[in-house]
T-cell receptor, first 115, second 111 residues
């Protein structure tokens, strides 16, 4: 059981280049999220999805796009990378039950540097 | 304005020296408060969920408590392997299925 898997783990981009971060979860979770983590700022929500085919904006969505074509995958795209997007990106997924509420599980992170 | 804050920012303890970390929140309609542990270079690892004031959860040397305005993570007789950043997060009525995270407390336990 792999949980939440992110690829790639490390990437260096030049300003203006595009790339896609891939996230896959094998826990059959409905909800998926992309966060970025910067020193002193904590985890900030970029985009999220409440189910296959749905996406919504989080706290810091500008410069990013997402897609959730399959329930187990959530893709984060950078169309034209900027140095301000240098960060660690975490994908997460969660499920809800009446008994135990909502619990979010994270991937191992993707380190992105834009030069 | 909804906020999640954590204190202290960093904490150094000697092995065996018990202490507490604080997570304060100002949200309306709290649906859950979550504690995570994050090791350097890793993703956050789930520890506890608390849902209502007065609730307590324990796991090994860690105990989490919740009041109407804050949560404490008590660490009893810590060991060097407890060194990590501890994050709290809240889920509230205004956030739907989203979670809002605090900035974390960096804990170092010295042997």
């Amino acid at each position: 059981n792999a949980g939440v898997t992110q690829t790639p783990k490390f990437r260096v981009l030049k300003t203006g280049q595009s790339m896609t971060l891939l996230c896959a979860q094998d826990m059959n979770h409905e909800y998926m999220y992309w966060y970025r983590q910067d020193p002193g700022m904590g985890l900030r929500l970029i985009h999220y999805s409440v189910g296959e085919g749905t996406t919504a904006k989080g706290e810091v969505p500008d410069g990013y796009n997402v897609s959730r074509l399959k329930k187990q995958n959530f893709l984060l795209g950078l169309e034209s990378a900027a140095p301000s997007q240098t960060s660690v990106y975490f994908c997460a997924s969660s499920y809800f039950t009446r008994r135990s509420g909502n619990t979010i599980y994270f991937g191992e992170g993707s380190w992105l540097t834009v030069v | 304005e909804d906020q999640v804050t954590q204190s202290p920012e960093a904490l150094r303890l000697q092995e065996g020296e018990s202490s507490s970390l604080n997570c304060s929140y100002t949200v309306s309609g709290l649906r859950g408060l979550f504690w995570y542990r994050q090791d350097p270079g890793k993703g956050p690892e789930f520890l506890f969920t608390l849902y209502s004031a007065g609730e307590e959860k324990e796991k090994e040397r860690l105990k989490a408590t919740l009041t109407k305005k804050e949560s404490f993570l008590h660490i009893t007789a810590p060991k060097p392997e407890d060194s990590a950043t501890y994050l709290c997060a809240v889920q509230a009525d205004n956030y739907g299925q989203n979670f809002v995270f605090g900035p974390g407390t960096r804990l170092s336990v010295l042997p």
